[in-house]
């Protein structure tokens, strides 16, 4: 059986698809209610798994039940990826936060499986010992990369 935060995540994505414009906006009580949960699981759900570093920027307004409004970005444009390498990826990244962003790529065809697997070999913890650098090497690493993914140096 489906976690209840996998079923949020698909319910969303769903109507985030079917929205012409790629963007929703939904009330986080009346989502807590359909699916019979708190609205801190809603939240869960929104602040782990509708992450910028997966393409999405929300929006959150109080007042009237608390609407949430949540864009779909389209992470095989080039700026996008700029944004990424110069705005979230920072100074240092886990192996962890790396792997979230490749899986991302997969899924949005940004990169290839192989190109995936060249990338996951390039940041994993085996290759870069556990020293305190390791995560600002890793973010080197994957910028570097990202950057010559959109052609760029």
Avoid: W
């Avoid at 444009?77 to 490749?102: F, R």
Wanted: hydrophobic share 35%.
């Amino acid at each position: 059986m489906a976690r209840i935060s996998n079923i949020i995540e698909e319910f969303i994505k769903h109507l985030i698809n079917e929205a012409e414009t790629g963007e929703i906006e939904i009330k986080r009580n009346e989502l807590a209610n359909k699916f019979e949960c708190a609205p801190s699981q809603i939240n869960y759900v929104l602040t782990t798994r509708f992450t910028s570093e997966k393409g999405y920027y929300i929006e959150s307004r109080r007042g009237g039940g608390g609407y949430i409004k949540i864009f779909k970005t389209d992470i095989n444009n080039d700026k996008h990826i700029k944004n990424m390498v110069s705005n979230i990826i920072g100074d240092s990244l886990t192996n962890e936060q790396c792997n979230s962003i490749i899986k991302e790529f997969i899924e949005e065809e940004v990169i290839s499986l192989r190109e995936a697997r060249i990338m996951r070999a390039a940041i994993n913890d085996r290759l870069l010992n556990s020293s305190d650098s390791e995560k600002e090497i890793r973010a080197s690493i994957f910028k570097s990369m990202l950057l010559v993914l959109i052609g760029g140096d």
